[in-house]
């Protein structure tokens, strides 16, 4: 019995190393600073980095070697309470996360990109302390359905425009740019977050910070 509790504990060891080797080299580095990956959490959230692909609004790959998504814990705690709100609500559905914590290497690399264009605006600048996803502290996030299908919220995820935002998105209604399901979709993706700890991001309807700048840059440490 000895000898099998010691195979087993020798196995559950290996596969850990194992599980670790397998991470890019930022993902160890969000893992060593105490970020927790979402799938590991709570596996029924999808995951979709798009910066791990070209056709983003920057145009260019951002994360070479990261394909999983991190938070920090406190921001972890609210995304799995809004994951578990919204299957109770709708059992069918599920959150699905398209950006999470961010280095500020990379957020470098972002800015490099915007630096002087229209699209600087929607893009924190490093030098100034970054935004909340450089602590791991904000989410780029939306809906699917059961069968894994986005729900239409009117405009892309990274659509970079006024129809992305969430002020105005009554009148947007009235004037036949957003439709009443549209803007439904986007009200439970705000009250479930919301009712979890969240905010939302005037400007973008997918972007959800655990608290406010300030707040971060005194309490929280940036991601190298």
């Known amino acids: 019995m000895i000898f099998l509790r010691y195979i087993v504990l020798l196995w559950t060891v290996l596969a850990s190393v194992g599980a670790s080797a397998q991470l890019s ?86 800015w490099n990109v915007v630096k002087g264009t229209k699209r600087q605006r929607y893009v924190s600048n490093p030098a100034r302390g970054g935004g909340m996803h450089n602590y791991g502290l904000a989410v780029d996030i939306s809906i699917i359905d059961a069968k894994g299908r986005p729900l239409d919220m009117g405009t892309a995820f990274d659509h970079l425009g006024p129809l992305s935002g969430i002020t105005n998105e009554a009148s947007f209604v009235k004037s036949g740019k957003l439709t009443a399901v549209q803007r439904n979709n986007r009200l439970l993706l705000r009250r479930v977050m919301k009712s979890a700890g969240f905010k939302p991001l005037p400007s973008e309807w997918w972007h959800f910070n655990y608290c406010s700048r300030s707040y971060a840059k005194a309490h929280y440490k940036p991601i190298p």
Not at 77 to 94: D, F, I, N, T, W
């Open 25 to 110: 080299a930022t993902a160890r580095g969000m893992a060593k600073m105490g970020l927790q990956n979402i799938a590991d959490v709570d596996p029924s959230i999808a995951i979709d980095l798009k910066y791990t692909r070209a056709d983003n609004f920057v145009g260019v790959v951002l994360y070479t070697d990261l394909r999983e998504a991190y938070l920090h814990p406190d921001a972890m705690a609210c995304l799995v309470k809004a994951q578990r709100l919204l299957r109770k609500e709708h059992p069918g559905y599920s959150l699905i996360v398209y950006d999470a914590a961010r280095p500020m290497s990379v957020q470098q690399q972002m």
